[in-house]
C-alpha cells in the first residue's frame, strides 16, 4: 500500500494537516482548529458546526489507535508512527513502533497480512469494542489540558 492509499482508509484523513513519512518514522498532524483548517481550505464546504461535531471522544480514540496501528501494519517499512491532535484545548499525542504494540497485544501486526484479518484480529476487536479501544487509548495516547 502506498502513502496516498493509507491515507484514504484513515479515520479524520480530511483533517490531516500534515504527513510525512522518512525511512521508518511517520508523522501524522491534524488542524489543531477550524479556522487553521478552514486558512489552508478555504474551499472546503465543511463548517465549523461540522468540524467540531466530527471530533467526538469516539473518533479521537478511533483517530490515535486505528491509524496509527494502520499505517504500522500496512505502510511499507514503517517502524514508528506519531501523531498528534490538538481539539478544543486538548492535546493528543501517540508515538507507537510495532514492538511495543504487537508485545501489548500478544500477537505481531504482521501476521494480519490481508484486510480480511486485519479487521477480524484488530479492527473489530480493538477499534469498534469500546472496553478495547479505550484499553489501548489508555495505554498508549498522552492527553494533555493546553491552556490558552
Same mark, same amino acid.
Given at each position: ?89 486538548? $492535546? *493528543?499525542?501517540? +508515538? #507507537?513502533?510495532? /514492538? &511495543?504494540? !504487537? ?8 501476521? $494480519? *497480512?490481508?484486510? +480480511? #484479518?486485519?479487521? /477480524? &484480529?484488530? !479492527? ?17 495516547? &498522552? ?6
Amino acid at each position: 500500500m502506498n502513502e496516498e492509499e493509507l491515507i484514504s482508509y484513515m479515520t479524520g484523513k480530511t483533517f490531516i494537516k500534515v504527513f510525512t513519512k522518512n525511512e521508518s518514522e511517520l508523522l501524522i498532524e491534524y488542524y489543531s482548529n477550524f479556522s487553521e483548517y478552514n486558512e489552508h481550505n478555504p474551499e472546503s464546504n465543511v463548517s465549523e458546526s461540522d468540524y467540531n461535531d466530527f471530533f467526538t471522544k469516539v473518533t479521537i480514540q478511533k483517530i490515535m489507535i486505528s491509524n496509527s496501528a494502520f499505517a504500522l501494519r500496512f505502510l511499507p517499512s514503517t517502524k514508528s508512527v506519531s501523531i498528534s491532535l490538538k481539539f478544543t484545548d486538548t $492535546l *493528543y499525542s501517540v +508515538e #507507537l513502533n510495532e /514492538e &511495543k504494540l !504487537s508485545e501489548f497485544l500478544s500477537f505481531s501486526l504482521s501476521s $494480519l *497480512y490481508t484486510k +480480511e #484479518l486485519w479487521f /477480524e &484480529k484488530f !479492527s473489530n476487536v480493538y477499534i469498534y469494542d469500546k472496553k478495547n479501544r479505550e484499553l489501548l487509548f489508555n495505554q498508549f495516547v &498522552k492527553v494533555e489540558q493546553q491552556t490558552a
